[in-house]
């Protein structure tokens, strides 16, 4: 079977390519030439003024099962990435009971084998997250996980921060961090500042971070480990990457699309869609995740997807659980916040969602290169749409979003050459 993409904007980072023409696909791969074979089934689908894109990679996303199907499943999250334009998701490791060991990473992994798009899961740095003893990483690697990961349960002891480190480093993978100093935000709730002290809501320093940042690529270049530093939020943080990344230190780092978005002045309704970890920053924090987009301090966008039932939301704020979907909104987001407004060309923004993913975790994918599986997303970027959280494809209704206008439009994702959603 063949599918010819005819008369688009291909957008293609990997190699620099950002003109106009056809793709064909057949048998699940990119091959050269845009001619359909004659005699051989197929499929056209017409392009015109939309942009051919390599399939977006997500490297940060909750899936929540095993153990809290109620907010999302495997099958679920993987519908809502599709809809949102991604043709693979990373999973994190704070499930119940928690990935930390062969068996879990295999069953994590045969549920994702019948999803819509190609999900790949990390395991937990300690056993069952807790942060005290170190976890099987050679086991889970060998199972299959792509990376090690401290998310949601970030490692406080610096030693075994460091253990974690070496033995990654061993198996070739990198360590995903979670950055916060625990010790500083007990029963926090938002960004420490003007805003927490009108609302009366206990503070959370942005020094939390940055400290933990600043550990974290300390102990990269003592061990020579590749860090990721998951979504950043603050300014220091993005001014921290940028030193490590001048010494030569191997790091990368990501952030979401609610901190170049959205400040902590969302919280000022007691919204808690928008009560998310960590928190919503500054003006001052904007400017400067977009300037680390701009100079590529910042590698990846990444969505943080973390979907959360109504009765885990829908409580005082103090209460309600931290984050917010994002697999649907990410690509409008980036568009309406970066590539409008001039803060990052097309190209880079993709990149951003393609092939600085795929690097960072070793995958072959993030690509339109002949011969390539063809993971492929189709999107209009001119296309006005409105939020409806209640049309998500997730089990979770949590973003700050609902209702938003925000310019750009999945139209197909295509995942090993077949279409697993369209906008017909």
Known sequence: MWLLLKGGRIVDPSRGIDEGGDLLIQDGRIVGGHNAPVGEDGRTIDCAGLVVAPGLIDMHVHLREPGYEHKETIATGARAAAAGGFTTILGMPNTKPAIDNRAVVEYVLNEGADADVNVLTTGAATKGNDGAEMAEIGDMVDAGAVAISDDAFPVQNADLMRRVMEYSRMFDVPVLTHCEDTSLTLDAVMNEGVNATI??????????????????????????????????????????????????????????????????????????????????????????????????????????????????????????????????????????????????????????????????????????????????????????????????????????FDGVELTGKVIATIVAGKVVSSDE
């Open 199 to 400: 609302l009366g809501l206990r503070p959370w320093p942005r020094q939390a971070e940055s400290i933990m940042v600043i550990r974290n690529i300390l102990l990269s270049e003592l061990t020579g480990c590749p860090v990721h530093i998951q979504h950043v939020s603050a300014l220091e943080s993005v001014g921290e990457v940028r030193w490590a990344k001048n010494r030569g230190i191997p790091v990368t780092c990501e952030t979401c699309p609610q901190y170049f978005s959205l400040t902590d002045a969302a919280l000022n309704t007691y919204n808690s869609n928008a009560k998310v970890n960590p928190p919503l920053r500054t003006d001052a924090d904007v400017e400067a995740i977009k300037a680390g987009l701009a100079d590529e301090t910042i590698d990846a966008i990444a969505t943080d997807h973390a979907p959360h039932s109504l009765e885990d939301k829908q409580v005082e704020l103090q209460y309600a659980a931290f984050g917010m979907v994002g697999l649907e909104t990410a690509l409008p987001l980036v568009l309406t916040n970066l590539v409008k407004p001039n803060v990052l060309s097309l190209c880079d923004a993709i990149a951003k969602m393609t092939i600085a993913p795929a690097r960072i975790l070793g995958l072959d994918s993030g690509t339109l290169a002949d011969g390539a599986v063809a993971d492929v997303t189709i999107f209009d970027p001119d296309a006005t749409v409105t939020v409806r959280a209640d049309e998500f494809k997730s089990m979770g209704r949590n973003t700050p």
